[in-house]
């Protein structure tokens, strides 16, 4: 079976890429590479020793995908992770994220419609239930007033993937992810975020490796019990295989309805200290950090309840956060080299 993996030498992509390849299916990766680059698809294959097929392509430009679709056959599922992640930069520049995030879902579907393609993978996020009245959260939570264009971008995907499965032959599994961190234990693929980090696990390894100056901790003045706000850190190569059971799900027709959700977490929520006691033991290092005012947006606390993805999809998250903070830090060390 092939599968397409839109977005696919990204972060997210790239490591669901080697879990689909090591579990024998083949995968051709479209990337605009705007946020990635071109040597992502050397790392695969040193991984899983086979090259997948790499085409460079916007998606969200219709003609380009159009004509990707007439000339490249044979695929059986697409997972899409093609879109702009930045909440900040999406408040600043929302056309942007509409335009990127909805034209390539919507060039996605309609050439999967014209060319008999009917499993789909959508990349969602917790995001879509803003702070929840009750945790841990589950999929038949409200949906709350997306805070950010991109939140909104994620909503409105879902909204669109519902609709056409309710009048098509479409299959589709929306993964609502909580917080993805960490890398591959190869250290060969990670997360590569250009210019300044938004997020807390790159800015950590960035700052214990000299590249930033100091962590800002946003906010210690929440109701938690350190008084910073609490995530539901995943590693991303539990998330990574999640998407492979995913995809076979739908092959093997295993699902109940047309269009499926769930939430990908682990259940626990830590805290942003936690979280950087956690990176301090394992790599007995000394992280310097300053407690500063909370970041606009930000929610107090979250994490998930992973009763339906544990029963429905036979998976689990298994990886502590130790794994996580270490597995980051070694692929921040191995970038360190490779630039030497
Ligand atoms: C948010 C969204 C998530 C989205 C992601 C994309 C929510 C609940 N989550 O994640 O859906 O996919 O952005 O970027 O809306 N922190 C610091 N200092 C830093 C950076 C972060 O203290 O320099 C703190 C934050 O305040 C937060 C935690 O670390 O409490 C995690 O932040 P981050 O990694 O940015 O993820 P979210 O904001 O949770």
Same mark, same amino acid.
């Given at each position: ?17 080697? !879990?689909? #390849? *090591? +579990? ?5 990766? %479209?990337?605009?590479? &705007? ?6 698809? @050397? ?66 579907? !309609?050439? #999967? *419609? +014209? ?5 789909? %993978?959508?990349?969602? &996020? ?6 929840? @009245? ?81 962590? &800002? ?124």
């Amino acid at each position: 079976m092939k599968v397409l993996v839109a977005g696919g030498t990204g972060y997210i992509g790239s490591h669901t890429v080697v !879990e689909l #390849m *090591e +579990k024998g299916f083949d995968v051709v990766i %479209v990337d605009n590479l &705007s946020n990635s680059f071109p040597e992502v698809v @050397d790392s695969i294959t040193e991984i899983t020793g086979k090259r997948p097929d790499f085409i460079e392509l916007d998606l969200a430009d219709t003609d380009s995908a159009s004509e990707f679709f007439a000339q490249y056959k044979g695929i059986d599922a697409a997972i899409h992770f093609a879109a702009y992640k930045a909440v900040g930069e999406s408040v600043e520049k929302p056309l942007i994220y509409y335009r990127n995030n909805i034209y390539s879902l919507i060039n996605l579907m !309609e050439n #999967m *419609e +014209k060319h008999g393609i009917r499993n789909l %993978v959508f990349s969602s &996020s917790c995001t879509v239930y803003g702070q929840p @009245d009750e945790l841990p959260v589950s999929e038949q939570s409200p949906i709350k007033p997306a805070w950010s264009p991109y939140g909104n971008t994620k909503q409105i995907s879902e909204e669109i993937i519902r609709d056409v499965c309710n009048v098509s032959s479409l299959k589709a599994i929306a993964l609502r992810y909580f917080n993805p961190i960490g890398a591959h234990p190869s250290a060969l693929i990670g997360e590569y975020p250009i210019g300044i980090p938004n997020n807390l696990m790159p800015f950590i390894t960035q700052t214990a490796i000299g590249k930033r100056e100091v962590l &800002s901790v946003f906010g210690d003045d929440y109701p938690t019990p350190d008084g910073t706000a609490i995530r539901d850190y995943i590693h991303v190569v539990d998330l990574a295989q999640a998407h492979v059971v995913a995809v076979e799900r739908m092959f093997e027709d295993r699902g109940k309805e047309n269009f499926e959700i769930f939430n990908l977490g682990t259940g626990n929520g830590f805290s942003v200290l936690e979280v950087i006691r956690s990176f301090e033991k394992v790599t007995g290092l000394k992280l310097n950090y300053k407690i500063t005012g909370r970041r606009p947006g930000d929610i107090e606390k979250v994490f998930a309840d992973t009763a339906f993805a544990n029963q429905e999809l036979g998976w689990k998250a298994i990886r502590g956060l130790d794994e996580m903070t270490l597995s980051a830090w070694n692929w921040e060390l191995a970038l360190k080299e490779r630039k030497k």
